[in-house]
């Protein structure tokens, strides 16, 4: 079945610190990538995804490029805030399932300190 | 604006009781889902439909329950053969003809404890 892993937090950064989460999946046929983010006390919101072997994803500074030869869905920025402090969660659903039966990972709790 | 509302923020109940949480949505979505949410683990399946009238069995749908009579609601029933449902209670939405390509609409969650 599909599987999503993802860096064990938490993470704990200084502002203006570059920021790498990494994610690796394991899916049949070729699924979509996507990033949440659950900022404490709220729901998850979509933070960018990828549709497509080296699609990649960004927005608000945070980008993911969908690497098929490595599996893998890495969460970057170049210089966090504070106000970046949340659960980030990489989830991954594929033509075999509908939307709402995308497998997620465990979620890294990032703090970013001013 | 649009989105999806769930109630109460916080519920309380004892053991031994069902208690409904609530899900409505405004965007005109065929399908809803509800996940639940644990300390440090990922979102978990509970239940899910993809029209009025229907629904299926997520991954962990033991103790639980549902219902579909509107398009708009999907309330959750956490009933008291639920071992361990102190929990923070996820629902979400996604849009018509939803492919794999479209991600999930979440509300802001229902936290759950029984004592």
């Known amino acids: 079945g599909n599987s999503v892993t993802q860096m064990e937090g938490p993470v704990t950064l200084s502002e203006e610190a570059f920021l790498t989460i990494n994610c690796t999946y394991t899916a049949t046929g070729y699924p979509s990538l996507f990033w949440y983010v659950q900022y404490p006390g709220e729901g998850l919101q979509l933070l960018l995804k990828?549709?497509?072997?080296?699609d990649k994803g960004s927005n608000k500074g945070f980008e993911a490029t969908y690497r098929k030869e490595t599996t893998s869905f890495h969460l970057e920025k170049g210089s966090v805030q504070v106000s970046d402090s949340a659960v980030y969660f990489c989830?991954?659903?594929?033509?075999?399932?509908?939307?709402?039966?995308?497998?997620f990972g465990d979620g890294t709790t990032l703090t970013v300190k001013p | 604006d649009g989105g999806i509302t769930q109630s109460p923020k916080y519920l309380f109940r004892k053991e031994g009781q069902n208690v409904t949480l609530s899900c409505e949505q405004n965007l005109n979505h065929d399908a809803m889902y509800w996940y639940r949410q644990d300390p440090g683990q990922g979102l978990r399946l509970i239940y899910y439909?993809?029209?009025?009238?229907?629904?299926q069995k997520g991954d962990i749908a033991e103790g639980y329950s549902v219902s579909r009579e509107k398009k708009e609601s999907f309330p959750l029933t956490v009933t008291s053969a639920q071992k361990n449902p102190t929990a923070f209670y996820l629902c979400?939405?996604?849009?018509?003809?939803?492919?794999?390509?479209?991600?999930?609409?979440f509300g802001n969650g229902t936290r759950l404890t029984v004592t």
């Open positions: 979400a939405s996604s849009p018509p003809g939803a492919s794999y390509n479209s991600p999930l609409h």
């Open positions: 990828a549709t497509k072997a080296d």
């Open positions: 989830a991954l659903s594929d033509a075999y399932t509908n939307a709402g039966k995308s497998t």
């Open positions: 439909s993809q029209i009025v009238n229907d629904f």
